[in-house]
């Protein structure tokens, strides 16, 4: 019987895979129980089966390649994740607090690496690059505690952004200088990185829009984001920037074109989680060398060192910002609880290091740094997720942060779907609007007439529905459907609203005229007449996450109307998901209502306030709206308080002023329940046009009709 040593290590790339994905299924599991970050999981798991571990696996070239794409994954997704936003909402703010969390840990670990250390300048430079960076591992405790609107909350989200693109920028210098230049690399140096961030800038957006505009299929996005994402590396690598650069700046742009919530944004983090990040941080622990642990203590005080300098620079940078804004010592606690963790980021960077030779056979990061590095990640991500859990029980308890109860909100959003070529947009809307603190589902309902053609009907409903619960799939959204046959449309959707409980409808405007050449369609008068919930209709005439700004046409008291709230919330939460601007054209009166509450209850969301007095200016607001705009027309049922005859020329109004334009009509919650008189027994149904309109319109035409016959009777 031959040794069991001599089938390791594993060569065959079939069984390393194999061997390679049982670590990324157990570390986590195992991890877990310990209370050890998955990241940290990943590297041990790497030290353990690596040259230096057990010998498991041999570091071949999927290692290289896989490691390479994870790292610039990396970067990528946390570009993806930043809030550009609240940076812009308080600039100065975050700008001094980025620059301290930034430049206080670098000075620290620059002078003390050179000093104490021994460590070269360049060396010196590049620790302290990776100290002044941090990862927001903690961030998911203050989501817990529902302190995301906290003000030491988005200070540290901003300023993790703007230590991060700090850090990244010297790294491609530092990277850069090696390829030779000297003093001329460092003189254009400014210039290429401006020259390469506006190109970037320039043709990123362009081409991203262009793309989802023509294109919707989920694998052609994906694979269009990743084309994306390597090109912008590549191209950072040309002009002797470092890659992740590239991929760090393609994510700050593409994040305004990939919503959080959107299936798109859960494929991408669902590859870059399951394949691409943990096989890259499994390379990074194989090339970990354990055994210099124990060969003295040199490698004792690096340890010691980067935990030293990772932490009390990080804590010292959030203390001198929390007295400079005059915040009180909580916010100080959470600040530096937020902000001290390192994660994968600095392994990507630890990683370029290794990649600088300095001298024959030697590099710029040895095994004493990537180790210390590694046990630093460890150490301070333990240290940040107890500093933070500690701080924020304290503020919600000490500083009534308690987030408000949604105990009372009964969202259960509504889908009646019906075309294929409408309803995964339909879909898309109801994600950006949903309260993804309730996680609570959707309801997709196709109703089909109860005629020769109902099975034939039936099984393209279910086929729809099913390609819905797919896209609610990847987005992490749970959803219910349902084929129901029914006489009348209309009362089909009425009794299945009921029957879910739901809280609201968002359905197509439909576009086929052939079928029905009004312009509310078949049913659509029926159902608002019908119904006193929430019903918003959605007209999209391109890709949702391609819209720049949204209009909101408010008309007078629309601030009295019972279900006022409820829209205002549902654009607002839109707004936020896409990161585009907001504009509400209204009254004084309102627009400082809406004011309020975007402050209280959103204050991330851009958005300005254009006077409107009269609802008669619709005409001259369609000047404002450009084709990758929405506009948002807030409407009311007769016999409510902000009800104007002028809706009556809304449709008129929209065929002739916004033709090609993507639109909403609102109709809000009103007083009153008609669901409640509406049975099985006795199905209730609106009549589109009451008895005083058909006879107003019946004399229209009998005296045009006259008037006809007596011009032809003159010229006879």
């Known amino acids: 019987m031959p040794e069991i040593s001599h089938y390791f290590p594993i060569t065959n790339p079939t069984l390393i895979f194999f061997v390679v994905l049982c670590i990324i299924l157990l570390a986590p599991i195992i991890m877990g129980k310990l209370r050890i970050p998955h990241i940290i999981g990943m590297v041990l798991a790497g030290v353990v089966v690596g040259e230096y571990g057990l010998d498991i696996l041999q570091r071949d070239d999927s290692f290289e390649l896989f490691g390479k794409v994870g790292m610039f994954y990396i970067m990528f997704l946390a570009g993806l994740e930043m809030d550009m936003e609240s940076i812009r909402k308080a600039k100065s703010h975050y700008i001094i607090f980025g620059l301290l969390t930034a430049t206080v840990p670098f000075i620290i670990t620059y002078l003390l690496a050179n000093w104490l250390m021994g460590y070269t300048q360049t060396a010196s430079l590049l620790l302290g690059c990776i100290m002044a960076s941090n990862t927001l591992v903690a961030y998911p405790i203050v989501c817990r505690y529902g302190l995301q609107q906290h003000p030491a909350v988005s200070l540290s989200v901003g300023s993790t952004m703007i230590a991060l693109f700090l850090s990244l920028t010297a790294i491609a210098g530092i990277a850069g200088s090696f390829n030779g230049g000297g003093m001329m690399f460092w003189l254009f140096f400014p210039f290429k990185i401006a020259a390469f961030c506006t190109a970037m800038i320039l043709f990123i957006p362009r081409i991203t829009r262009w793309f989802l505009h023509r294109y919707s299929d989920a694998v052609m996005q994906f694979i269009f984001v990743l084309a994306l994402l390597f090109m912008s590396a590549a191209l950072a690598e040309v002009v002797s920037l470092e890659g ?196 609570r589902g959707l309801v997709a309902l196709n109703v089909v007439y109860d005629d020769n053609k109902r099975q034939e009907n039936q099984e393209r409903g279910r086929k729809l529905l099913d390609n819905l619960v797919k896209v609610a799939s990847a987005a992490d959204v749970r ?149 990758d705009h929405l506009i948002v027309f807030v409407t009311s049922r007769k016999g409510n308080i902000s009800y104007k005859t002028a809706f009556e020329k809304l449709p008129k109004e929209i065929e002739y002023y916004y033709a090609g334009k993507s639109l909403m009509i609102v109709f809000p919650d009103q007083f009153g329940d008609r669901m409640d008189a509406m049975t099985f027994a006795e199905p209730q149904h609106q009549e589109e046009q009451s008895a005083y309109k058909v006879l107003i319109i019946w004399l229209r035409r009998h005296y045009r009709r006259i008037i006809k016959r007596r011009k032809k009777t003159r010229k006879g």
């Open 244 to 439: 992740i650069l590239g991929a760090f700046l393609a994510g700050l742009i593409l994040s305004r074109y990939i919503p959080t919530l959107s299936p798109l944004m859960g494929r991408i983090e669902f590859i870059g989680n399951a394949l691409f990040i943990p096989y890259f941080l499994i390379g990074v622990g194989m090339l970990i060398n354990v055994r210099v642990l124990f060969h003295g203590g040199g490698i004792v005080w690096v340890v010691l060192f980067m935990v030293a300098v990772g932490i009390i620079g990080k804590a010292l940078a959030a203390y001198l910002a929390c007295l400079h804004f005059r915040m009180p010592v909580s916010s100080g606690h959470l600040m530096c609880g937020l902000t001290t963790a390192h994660a994968a980021g600095a392994i990507a960077m630890v990683m370029v290091g290794m990649r600088l030779e300095t001298s024959p056979g030697h590099y710029l990061v040895d095994n004493d740094m990537l180790n210390g590095v590694v046990i630093m990640i460890l150490l301070t991500c333990i240290f940040s997720g107890i500093v933070t859990e500690r701080t924020a029980k304290k503020i919600v308890v000490s500083d009534s942060a308690t987030p408000k109860s949604q105990e009372h909100d009964d969202e259960k959003i509504f889908l009646p779907v019906k075309y294929p070529e409408l309803a995964e947009g339909l879909l898309h809307v109801a994600i950006m609007m949903r309260n993804a603190k309730l996680n």
């Open 479 to 627: 959803m219910q459907t349902q084929v129901r046959v029914a006489a009348n449309i209309a009362n089909g959707i009425k009794h299945a609203f009921k029957e879910f409980d739901a809280s609201e409808i968002i359905m197509g405007l439909h576009i086929h005229k052939e079928i029905s050449p009004k312009f509310w369609g078949e049913f659509a008068q029926s159902l608002y007449n019908g119904l006193d919930r929430q019903i918003i209709f959605v007209r999209l005439k391109q890709p949702l996450n391609t819209l720049r700004c949204i209009h909101v046409a408010v008309p007078s008291r629309a601030e009295f109307e019972a279900g006022f709230t409820r829209w205002l919330e549902r654009l607002l939460r839109l707004s936020d998901n896409l990161d585009c601007r907001i504009v509400f054209h209204a009254r004084q009166d309102c627009c400082d209502l809406i004011s309020d509450y975007i402050q209280h209850e959103h204050p991330s969301v851009r958005v300005t306030f254009e006077p409107m007095e009269h609802w008669n200016e619709l005409p001259h607001l369609a000047k404002h709206v450009n084709d």
